[in-house]
């Protein structure tokens, strides 16, 4: 294991924000914080109404929400053009970034479109590569994304053969260890084209770590395994970009046909 001792962790255990996604909820009910910021995320306002839980702000397109929605006054409403760059989670989180926010829960990122769960995955790693982190809820599973960090497990109870896999999201992850799993790493190198960590298991009471230095690895648990310390050491980098109101720049920019070029060219 060789996280860099000259880096300072920037991780702050600031509060968190629960943000809530039109994706499946599965039967795990969401547990929300007394001093968490509450975010429904476009169609995640149905699930989080439905908890009786009035969101703190109400973001996105509104193409996802049900037609007869209402929304309390003391939630902020922020609303969203269809055609835009960012995802309605890229901007909730965006949201809660300038509010100060580090730490994030979500629900409903799974499930349904499988490019949206890809996406989702990606947002995590972006919030990591920030100094921040996030745990994305799926069924019975909580996926987190790490950047030259330290994630710890208490000793726990988790179910026998409930499995723990850990791949590389980035091209290659340098100095990967992990100890206290049945099957253990020290130092070594992984790709993302090797799903080396795929399948592994948590030791009964038995505190767990899972290390890198030099790059992102996604993680998924079992949902019942004990909440993860995690020590950073990005430098943490507050420019997380502003909420995108307006409609993308993107569109309709190329008025004029090119021919195509390389091995796709007719």
Known sequence: MSISSNKQSSFRRAKKAVIFGAGEYFDEMPFIPADAYVIAADGGYDHVTALGVTPHAFIGDMDSVVDDYSVSASTRMIELPAEKDDSDMMAAVRYAWQLGIRSFEFYGVFGGRMDHSFANIQLAAKIAAHGGIAFMHADHMICTVITDSVLRFPAGYVASKRPLSVFSYSSTCAHVSLEGLKYTLDDVEMSSINPVGLSNEFLPDTPALIAVDGGSLVIMYPSE??????????????????????????????????????????
Request: no cysteine; net charge negative; glycine share 8%.
């Open 225 to 266: 395994a004990p909440s993860p310390l995690v020590d950073s050491h990005v430098i943490e980098d507050g420019d997380f970009g502003a909420v995108q109101t307006q409609k993308s720049e993107h569109l309709n920019i190329q008025t004029v046909s090119t021919p195509r070029r390389g091995k796709h060219a007719a």
